[in-house]
């Protein structure tokens, strides 16, 4: 599943270096929301689009109201902006989108 992280410059240098993205690694399906996030947190940024197994989600608790089940959980935190994957994610085959004052500038 194609899904959107978004980082600082910096740690985008670090992650190329390492070939992943540490865990916790949370992750969305909309490019929109993480440069939301992105702009929030750094004049510069980067996007990293990575194809991910779904099988590996678990819900962003921000996310989600109430008492459900895990599957449902889930799908309620993906709708509502969110998942994380507990354990280190490749970045190998990836997409990366260079952002400076929220716009895209390319790398």
Do not use: W
């Not at 910096?10 to 992750?27: C, H, K, M, R, T």
């Amino acid at each position: 599943m194609k899904m959107y992280h978004s980082t600082s410059v910096e740690n985008y240098q670090s992650i190329i270096s390492d070939g992943f993205l540490s865990a916790p690694v949370y992750l969305t399906p909309s490019k929109k929301t993480a440069e939301e996030y992105g702009a929030n947190n750094s004049p510069m940024f980067v996007i990293i689009e990575v194809d991910v197994d779904e099988t590996g989600f678990c819900a962003d608790a921000e996310f989600v109201k109430g008492q459900m089940e895990a599957e449902e959980a889930i799908e309620e935190s993906l709708s509502n902006g969110s998942v994380f994957i507990d354990e280190d994610v490749s970045v190998a085959g990836h997409i990366a989108s260079h952002y400076e004052d929220y716009e895209e500038v390319g790398l």
